[in-house]
């Protein structure tokens, strides 16, 4: 087994809604729309993770058409998730908190039949670390320091 990456991230509220993050140099905000006591200065906690999704998705295709000297000149990536908010309001449901159902679509701009650009799509979803997380148990650990 090779050795273990950690990828870290540290984020900082203080008053109102946002968010902020430096990742890397770069000045990242989360914010709440203005309807929900936000300023709207960035996407939402749940927008920012559907978009972590596609973007690690395509990042993927990107890396997997090099190494298989596919031509992709584009790839479009659509996720939708679905949730009942009721628990994140902290109003009673027997619904779970996060998304009940995540899908991902995409259109793949490339020289490859119908079948080859699904089978290429899936192998990618495969080796996509947070559609891997998603469809996963991964163990998340709580703590105050």
Do not use: W
Not at 17 to 26: E, F, L, P, S, W
Not at 126 to 139: F, G, Q
Request: hydrophobic share 35%.
């Amino acid at each position: 087994m090779s050795a273990n990456k950690v990828i870290s991230v540290s984020t900082t509220m203080k008053e109102g809604c946002q968010v902020h993050a430096d990742i890397r140099g770069h000045k990242v905000t989360i914010d709440q729309p203005k309807q929900a006591g936000g300023t709207d200065e960035g996407p939402t906690p749940l927008e920012f993770f559907l978009f972590s999704l596609g973007g690690c998705i395509a990042s993927i295709a990107r890396i997997a058409a090099t190494q298989q000297k596919i031509e992709m000149r584009s790839i479009d990536i659509d996720v939708d998730g679905t949730m009942n908010p009721a628990g994140l309001l902290g109003k009673p449901t027997e619904d779970r908190v996060g998304f009940q159902t995540i899908t991902v679509s995409a259109k793949i701009d490339a020289d490859l039949s119908e079948e080859e650009k699904q089978a290429f799509f899936e192998a990618v979803c495969h080796r996509c670390p947070l559609d891997d997380n998603i469809a996963l148990e991964t163990k998340v650990t709580h703590s105050l320091v």
